[in-house]
């Protein structure tokens, strides 16, 4: 059973910078593509990005391409999402997710991690 714990949420100002964490456990870490979402208060849960399991595939939803990073260590067992030119907008719990495959849909994660605030102030 893969658990996942995210860290490095907090309150930052417009136009500043985050990296958020997910440290996994209890499974083999390499074997997963691994993804980030994020939900805001009374929206649906929407995907970010992904990187494969080896770290060489990478892809994110328009709304962040170009502000946020995705990358990954597998030697850390993490994988890691750097946010920079925040907005308040980007306000949201932020969730990692580990999936056989690579996907921007939320259905097609089997592990969640249980989430961390950000939230960004104008």
């Known amino acids: 059973q893969v658990q996942l714990v995210e860290s490095g949420g907090g309150l930052v100002q417009a136009g500043g910078s985050l990296r958020l964490s997910c440290a996994s456990s209890?499974?083999?870490?390499?074997?997963?593509?691994m993804g980030w979402f994020r939900q805001a208060p009374g929206k649906e849960r929407e995907f970010l990005a992904f990187i494969s399991s080896s770290g060489r595939r990478t892809y994110y939803t328009d709304s962040v391409k170009g502000r946020f990073t995705i990358s990954r260590d597998n030697a850390k067992n993490t994988v890691y999402l750097q946010m920079n030119s925040l907005k308040p907008e980007d306000t949201a719990v932020y969730y990692c997710?580990?999936?056989?495959?690579?996907?921007?849909?939320?259905?097609?994660?089997?592990?969640w991690g249980q989430g961390t605030q950000v939230t960004v102030a104008s």
């Open positions: 997710a580990a999936s056989y495959y690579t996907s921007y849909n939320l259905k097609e994660y089997q592990y």
């Open positions: 209890g499974g083999t870490f390499s074997n997963y593509a």
